[in-house]
């Protein structure tokens, strides 16, 4: 059964770091188009970076240059580095598998930018 | 970027109803349209990919159509299990974006 679990998110300052990851079972992370979306409380969908099979990374305006998006085929983990977070940036983090559509989903975890 | 726009925000429905929400994208993008469904607390669940392509598991009373700039998801007739929000996605550009969400309430 393919299977996406999110953790790291947490309660971090202004400017400060998290590495979200995403550890997958029942399929290779390698082998697939991996996304990262975020929801803000009561808010939509935004979608934040894409790692394709072959490497490349892309990431939307508002997070270019702050967030890195990596994996490791070791540990079958995708993860997604975020630095000088914004208040902004509070949200529930969701990976998923795909780029034409995103299936599945992973559960979320909530990260919370406040001092 | 192109954006999309999903009408209504939100709808009052009875169990039983046919049940229309409609997506429009700010320039064509031919077929490269899929829906979600998203419950309180819950992460958003695949339903119709590609405009009209029903996902694996999915119940029939869910369906797509559109291309272009217009696409409606329809559930010909509410279940419970049903009420939810539910979003529109374009994949044809990058940044992906979705629309801003159909919240389903029960009337």
């Known amino acids: 059964e393919v299977q996406l679990v999110e953790s790291g998110g947490g309660l971090i300052q202004p400017g400060g770091s998290l590495r979200l990851s995403c550890a997958a079972s029942?399929?290779?992370?390698?082998?697939?188009?991996m996304s990262w979306v975020r929801q803000a409380p009561g808010k939509g969908l935004e979608w934040v970076s894409v790692?394709?099979?072959?490497?490349?990374?892309y990431y939307a305006d508002s997070v270019k240059g702050r967030f890195t998006i990596s994996r490791d085929t070791s540990k079958n983990t995708l993860y997604l580095q975020m630095n000088s977070l914004r208040a902004e940036d509070t949200a529930v983090y969701y990976c998923?598998?795909?780029?034409?559509?995103?299936?599945?989903w992973g559960q979320g975890t909530l990260v919370t930018v406040s001092s | 970027d192109i954006q999309m726009t999903q009408s209504p925000s939100s709808l009052s429905a009875s169990v039983g109803d046919r049940v229309t929400i409609t997506c429009r994208a700010s320039?064509?993008?031919?077929?490269?349209l899929n829906w979600y469904q998203q419950k309180p607390g819950k992460a958003p669940k695949l339903l119709i990919y590609?405009?009209?392509s029903l996902q694996s598991g999915v119940p029939s009373r869910f369906s797509g159509s559109g291309s272009g700039t217009d696409f409606t998801l329809t559930i010909s007739s509410l279940q419970p299990e049903d009420f939810a929000t539910y979003y529109c996605?374009?994949?044809?550009?990058?940044?992906?974006?979705f629309g801003q969400g159909t919240n389903v309430e029960i009337k």
């Open positions: 996605q374009q994949t044809y550009t990058t940044p992906r974006t």
């Open positions: 790692i394709y099979s072959g490497g490349s990374t």
């Open positions: 029942g399929f290779t992370v390698s082998s697939h188009y």
């Open positions: 320039q064509s993008i031919s077929t490269y």
């Open positions: 590609v405009a009209s």
């Open positions: 998923a598998i795909g780029w034409d559509w995103f299936d599945p």
